[in-house]
């Protein structure tokens, strides 16, 4: 197959990712075991780490996928959802898997489904797919770890047939409740249940109900629990030039003068955890010295997590698509100094709106809507009633990304600070505007 043969193939199958209405009990493993089963289980020759959560899954794989690559292991990384390329959702020793890998892989892998389908097995997902690529590309890489992170859920979830020796619970809030149930509880089960039998578990800090089922879980796993704010903690030390140091305190050891350019008190917490799952690896005799976690955790990127793009004005990209991550932006906002906030909000239409809307409320001084390309994408006018029914009645509505970046600049003066967020689509597309040297001026 060309590239775009392999593009093509891959895009056949449903992207759940995309559809904003499924019934979450389609996603059964058995049809992901099945063509793993063919192609030799690739996934049991693994060394995972595996993450689930509501938020900060992403940075947390990245600092540890970092730091395994930093002290010399063969590592790999699979991520979701994606920004500009889906290759990015499966790296190894922080590179992409180029595009002649993916070609042969994918090629290996419809032999194995087309075999499977023969046999009257259903038609798997395109994320079921594509964890299937990952799985054996991992594997004919002959990797030393691979950090995986959780799509939705965790119990359902394709990465959940690999057996991980850590698993890493990052924050659970309220998400995709039409899915995983209506109580946090129900939620935080469907995260927790990506822990193996007589493994170790980090968690971040949990609202007690999703602490009291991730204990439970762990300990009828025979699971070793290590939570952060009780076994292991971090403290900020400054804030300067838009980098933070702190310190961390762990059960082994003690690591001052950390420092990393991911933004926000919450991706302390993210590396906090991530350094936790060093620990473990030092405790099961893996090495991996001090001068390699500090220049890892220095050098570690996110792209679109309040990522500054552009200065005079500032303008900061964030994915913050749901209210638990909005109300961790709008908290993070005060590492900036600003006389004035321009909100540009975009917002997928089955998140919940009027929730995110009301905390940007709080927070923004002028807002603007707008929406990006993905057929996710909620009508501006929708958000915008959201507004009136909270009394807000200024909102400014735009229907492109391009449309909301130049009416920013143009509200906006340098010492004023411009966020967009509510949805990594819009995030991908102000991206990639602004990456691309077409700076929007007014």
Known sequence: MKYQ????????????????????????????RSILDILGNPQHYLKAIKIAGTKGKGSTANYIS???????????????????????????NNKLITKKELIEVVA???????????????KPTFFEVYTICAFYYFYIKKTDFVVLEAGLGGRLDATNVAGGIISVLTSISYEHMDKLGKKLESIAF?????????????????????????????????AKLYVYG?????????????KQSFSYHG???????????LLGEHQLENASCALAVIEVLAILGYKIDNMSIKRAIANTDWPGRLEIVDKEPYIVLDGAQNKASTRVLVKALKIFKYKKLIVILGISADKDIKGICR??????????????????????????????????????????????????RRLSKKDDLI????????????????????????
């Open 251 to 261: 059960f082994l050891v003690s690591l001052p003068a950390l420092k990393t350019t």
């Open 359 to 408: 905390l940007i409320n709080t927070a923004a001084d002028s807002i603007i809507i707008t929406k990006s390309f993905h057929p996710r994408a909620a009508l501006p006018d929708v958000i915008n009633e959201c507004f009136k029914s909270i009394k807000r009645r200024d909102a400014e509505i735009t229907y492109s990304i391009t449309s909301a970046l130049k009416l920013a």
């Open 5 to 32: 043969e392999t593009v093509a193939y891959l895009n056949s199958f449903i992207n759940f990712e995309e559809k904003i209405k499924f019934n979450y009990k389609r996603l059964k493993l058995n049809r992901v």
């Open 66 to 92: 970092n730091i395994l690559f930093t002290a010399g292991y063969r590592t790999g990384l699979y991520t979701s959802p994606h920004l500009h390329d889906f290759r990015e959702r499966i790296k190894l």
């Open 190 to 222: 469907e995260k927790a249940s990506i822990i193996n039998n007589n493994s170790f578990v980090i968690s971040s800090y949990q609202r007690p109900s999703a602490m009291r089922v991730i204990r439970r879980v762990a300990k009828a796993k025979k």
């Open 230 to 242: 009780k076994d292991f903690n971090c403290k900020l030390e400054k804030i300067s030039n838009l």
């Open 419 to 442: 966020i967009c967020c509510g949805s990594l689509f819009v995030v991908a597309e102000a991206r990639r505007l602004l990456s691309n040297g077409k700076r929007l001026t007014k």
């Open 108 to 122: 290996v892998a419809r032999k194995a489904i087309r075999k499977h389908l023969n046999q009257g097995g259903q």
